[in-house]
């Protein structure tokens, strides 16, 4: 039997994780985040495809692969939070948990941040953690793979 596998899908501008505007994001770059997924994905038997484009279509199409291949989704849609009604809907025709992650406050920030299309339709939201949210998430979404019939409201 497979590792079930978790998407870890990030959105614009986190590939400048680590040198844009460290006094919010941190210092960690993308590279410290995925190797924290992967280490922490491996201490719980699992495995992460890890992801971020700029494109909102490329994120689609990963989304769609996810339905067939994914145990679980963790999404930091970046900016696409605020804006992206297909990134929400692509997510809502996964039948797999879906965790959104924002390293950020985001209620802390500007108003447009406040709305989110994906909150709505996630499974769990992680915001203000910085990049230890993602550790949060997919904790989370193995809790919720090994433990099905337990359902989150």
Known sequence: MSKPTIYVLNGPNL??????QPEI?????LRDVERL???TALSLGMLI????SNHEGELVELIHKARTEAAAVVINPAAYTHT?????DALAACDCPIFEVHISNVHKREEFR???YVSGIATGVIAGLGVHGYVAAITAAYSQISHATTDYV
């Open 25 to 29: 994001y941190g210092h960690e770059t």
């Open 114 to 116: 406040h709305h989110s």
């Open 49 to 52: 495809s890890f992801h971020q």
């Open 84 to 88: 992206s009604v297909a990134i929400r």
């Open 15 to 20: 590939n400048l994780l680590g040198t844009r």
């Open 37 to 39: 997924c992967m280490d």
